[in-house]
């Protein structure tokens, strides 16, 4: 196949637009330890995006199967803990679902314990329990998890420490490049005034759409409470997504 060079120099490809001040977290916030050493020193170099980094390669959409949302049927047993429903809807600036979008998650689980090499909180692991989910957003843009409630933990970040229960949410668009990363918390949790991780988002509006709500109609009577929780990549809006730097 021949490309014509022309056809490709008047390609609109999409560009990153940078999110207004105050709404996503600074790079470097006091009090949140490990961004002293993370936030880099220089200003940040725009890298223009070309036509390899907008058109892959692409998360197929055949890797995501009903089973990898579910995840508290993916080993002999049940899970520990409290039975969760999490879902809501990616939306767009002009709050357009935002379909085919991979969301994938990763949690503590109930003991506040991740199933990871490098987590050493004294809590037990489940061996029911990895902590780790994906699945695409239908034609609604909608995406829903079963899962079970996280556990808080300590973090060591200063004296007496505890994360809030939250889930770590990863979206990503057409291609690897756009990818976004934050988290989600639960309503009346009193350990989000502690954190320095939810309170280096500026703005408290903005803060408060990392928390999900309780719904009632999510809810199944006699087996799960539902969460209903929507991400909205962009505008005034827009979910808090963490910078590259910060991601824990
Ligand atoms: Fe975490």
Not at 25 to 49: I, M, N
Not at 171 to 180: D, H, M, S, V
Not at 220 to 244: N, S
Request: with cysteine; glycine share 8%; hydrophobic share 40%.
């Amino acid at each position: 196949m021949t490309v014509n060079p022309l056809a490709l120099s008047e390609l609109a490809l999409p560009s990153y637009r940078r999110p207004p001040p105050g709404v996503h977290p600074p790079l470097d916030v006091p009090g949140y330890r490990a961004t002293l050493l993370r936030a880099p020193k220089q200003p940040p170099v725009l890298l223009p995006h070309g036509l390899t980094e907008v058109t892959g390669p692409l998360p197929g959409g055949e890797r995501a199967v009903a089973a990898d949302a579910d995840l508290t049927a993916r080993h002999a047993g049940e899970p520990l803990g409290e039975r969760i429903i999490v879902t809501g809807r990616v939306l767009d600036s002009d709050g357009r679902p935002v379909p085919g979008a991979l969301v994938e998650i990763w949690q503590a689980n109930a003991a506040g314990r991740y199933a990871h090499a490098i987590h050493d909180h004294a809590a037990p692991l489940d061996p029911n329990f990895d902590g780790a989910g994906r699945c695409l957003t239908d034609a609604e843009g909608r995406y829903r998890f079963v899962t079970i409630k996280p556990g808080a933990y300590p973090w060591g970040n200063h004296r007496n420490a505890w994360r809030p229960a939250h889930i770590h949410f990863s979206l990503f668009g057409r291609a690897f490049t756009q990818r976004l990363v934050t988290q989600m918390y639960f309503p009346g949790d009193p350990l989000s005034a502690y954190d320095p991780i939810f309170n280096s988002v500026p703005d408290p509006k903005a803060r408060e759409r990392l928390v999900c709500r309780l719904d009632m109609s999510i809810t199944q009577p006699g087996w799960a409470l539902g969460y209903d929780w929507d991400i909205v990549l962009r505008g005034r809006e827009a979910t808090v997504f963490e910078p590259p730097e910060q991601r824990r």
